[in-house]
């Protein structure tokens, strides 16, 4: 009978069950999300309190906790691949285009299912290939400490893939049409990679060109890099197992632990008080100069960045802080958005940045020594860009010019806590009584019980889950695309493409200074393409064999490298920092194009100074070396 000859009554009370079951289901799904955040929020905590408690025992009764350090790798496993499907159920999978975005109607509908199935068939292979991993663990009956079994841990990696896998096939679609069309196209493509009708060999070039076409409609950069291998490997009739396997061997390397622990403390600043302390300070030293405000939010960018390893944090920390600061100061908009777009990059060079930790762990080049090479190369990109901002700036009355010794000594004593944090890093990374790791987890530790107990600024209720739920979102994102990026570089390796293109290069180029500048263009364009820490895992193990052949010192060549990437930040069409900025500021992209250029060739001089003056990034390793 249809509802309408029905009692009015009996179809309340049917809306009301809908409801109810709505409503329930509703509430499953929130705290299977709050469940999911408070796991990796936790995981997170543990990686930080491990290498506490182990400098507490070792300094207090002389001995640490048994295998803590293999614990702390594989909580890094954990947080990555956990962290990965988190960025997956938020869709906020780092991508190389938002080609989708610029279609409109079914051909929008039609390029998202297709780009998500692409990318779900990459994940779900990948899953398959890490069941093959842990099946080989188990059967070795290998302990990771006590008699926890190591298969059970690296159970994370096909787990992590598997939730990947099934959220992008949701936000492939969300009519029920779109996901079966996207559940066939997966299911299709795994059953032809199972049964290839060809010969795989044949079948690589059809593969990659819908690879290609996948990642320009905005499939994650993840997926780009590790179809890139899974097709490569297939090809060849290598096992595909050999991705997860160098996807395990990054994630648990001894001192990447440092990226997700430099980043929570990055975070905690982020989200306690700290940007409006450190402007307040930098305004109060050095806003009464000619240009002081810009020279002030190019400091205060710097300071910043060092610890959220410019993944972007800082322009959405710091901008809506900076920008009216600079207005007030008779900046042009234009000349105060290309600052601050590029300020996201600035500070990339001093310690704790993220991206010269991994650059040191791909590379092979000892860490501390990395960064006392990009000391001076970094203080100069500093004064460049400080520079050109003074002289941008609009004049500012005398009145407005005169240092406040009163206002400058208060904003200091009030970040004080905030200002020392350099020096727990330093300290601990030279002082002989912490490891890198140790110090990450101290700064992090540091960072958190100020912003919440010495400021509380970090409400431990409302904020901390969702602050270390962000943190562990980025570092999945950025740890799910260097482990398949690894993958790519070992066929790569296998192929023998490096030894190969170092022959090749020193064939053609006989100048060392004629290779710097190629190779100046090739990282500028590889900037162009790929952000900065899937370009270090692919690009480093290419250009170190390079380096060695041409006798450039190990650490000049990688500082030469990260300035390069630091441009790779501002340079289109992918410069992460541009579309952040576009985001923060509400500005066309085309607009922030144009107001980053100025800046891009003043810190383009600075790369090239740093390029052919190697005692700039040499001098502070040797002397100090010695």
Not at 359 to 376: C, E, N, Q, S
Request: proline share 6%; charged share 10%.
């Amino acid at each position: 009978m249809s509802s309408i000859w029905k009692d009015p009554h009996e179809i309340l009370a049917g809306t009301g069950v809908r409801r109810t079951r709505e409503r329930r289901r509703a509430g499953w799904r929130r705290a299977a999300l709050l469940t999911e955040n408070g796991l990796l929020s936790l995981l997170l905590a543990a990686m930080a309190v491990v290498p506490i408690a182990e400098i507490a025992l070792r300094t207090t009764l002389g001995f640490g906790i048994p295998g803590s350090s293999s614990i702390v790798q594989h909580l890094t496993l954990a947080v990555g691949m956990l962290g990965g499907a988190v960025a997956a159920r938020e869709a906020r999978l780092l991508s190389l285009s938002t080609g989708a975005t610029l279609l409109t109607g079914g051909a929008r509908s039609a390029a998202r299912i297709f780009s998500g199935s692409v990318a779900a068939t990459v994940a779900a292979l990948l899953c398959a290939a890490s069941v093959q991993l842990v099946l080989t663990e188990r059967a070795g009956g290998k302990l990771l400490v006590g008699r926890v079994p190591l298969w059970a841990v690296e159970a994370m990696l096909p787990l992590g893939f598997a939730m990947v896998a099934w959220r992008l096939l949701r936000h492939a679609s969300y009519s029920r049409i779109g996901r079966a069309v996207s559940v066939f196209l997966v299911a299709l493509s795994l059953y032809v990679v199972a049964r290839p009708p060809l010969s795989p060999g044949v079948l690589v070039v059809p593969a990659f060109a819908g690879l290609f076409l996948a990642t320009a409609l905005g499939a994650p950069v993840f997926a780009a890099l590790g179809g890139a291998a899974l097709i490569l490997f297939w090809g060849e009739g290598v096992p595909i197992a050999s991705i997860p396997v160098e996807t395990y061997r990054l994630v648990v390397s001894p001192t990447l632990p440092t990226i997700p622990l430099f980043t929570l403390a990055g975070y905690f600043f982020a989200e306690g008080g700290a940007s409006k302390r450190l402007v307040r300070v930098f305004q109060a030293l050095a806003g009464w100069v000619r240009g002081g405000p810009a020279i002030a939010a190019v400091l205060v960018c710097a300071f910043f960045t060092s610890f959220t390893g410019a993944s972007g944090v800082t322009i959405l920390a710091l901008g809506g802080l900076l920008m009216p600061v600079l207005l007030a100061a008779r900046c042009s908009e234009k000349h105060s958005l290309g600052l601050l777009t590029a300020g996201g990059s600035l500070g990339l060079l001093f310690p704790p940045s993220l991206p010269v930790i991994l650059y040191g762990i791909v590379a092979h080049t000892p860490i501390d020594r990395m960064f006392l090479g990009g000391f001076l190369p970094g203080v100069l990109m500093l004064l460049l860009a400080g520079s050109w901002g003074s002289l941008q700036a609009g004049g500012i009355s005398a009145a407005e010019r005169r240092f406040d010794p009163r206002e400058a000594w208060a904003a200091v004593r009030d970040a004080k806590w905030e200002l020392l944090l350099p020096i727990v890093v330093l300290v601990g990374l030279y002082g002989g009584f912490a490891t890198l790791v140790e110090a990450a987890a101290l700064t992090a530790l540091y960072a958190f019980v100020v912003e919440a107990f010495v400021y509380r600024d970090l409400k431990l209720k409302d904020d901390l889950l969702h602050t270390m739920t962000e943190c562990g979102v980025l570092v999945g994102g950025v740890l799910l695309i260097l482990g398949v990026a690894l993958g790519f570089t070992s066929y790569l390796v296998d192929a023998e493409v490096p030894a190969r293109a170092a022959t090749w290069v020193q064939g053609a180029i006989d100048s060392p200074l004629v290779f710097l500048l190629a190779l100046n263009l090739f990282l500028l364009a590889v900037g162009c393409l790929m952000d900065i820490f899937s370009a270090i895992v692919v690009v480093a193990p290419l250009i170190v064999p390079m380096g060695e052949a041409f006798g450039i010192d190990p650490v000049h060549l990688g500082i030469i490298f990260l300035a390069n990437m630091e441009l790779g930040y501002l340079t289109p069409p992918v410069g992460m920092n541009l579309f952040l900025s576009s985001y923060r500021f509400d500005k066309p992209l085309l607009e922030v194009y144009r107001a980053v250029v100025p800046m891009l060739l003043v810190l383009l001089a600075g790369v090239l100074v740093i390029t052919y003056f190697p005692a700039l990034t040499t001098a502070l390793p040797d002397w100090l070396g010695r």
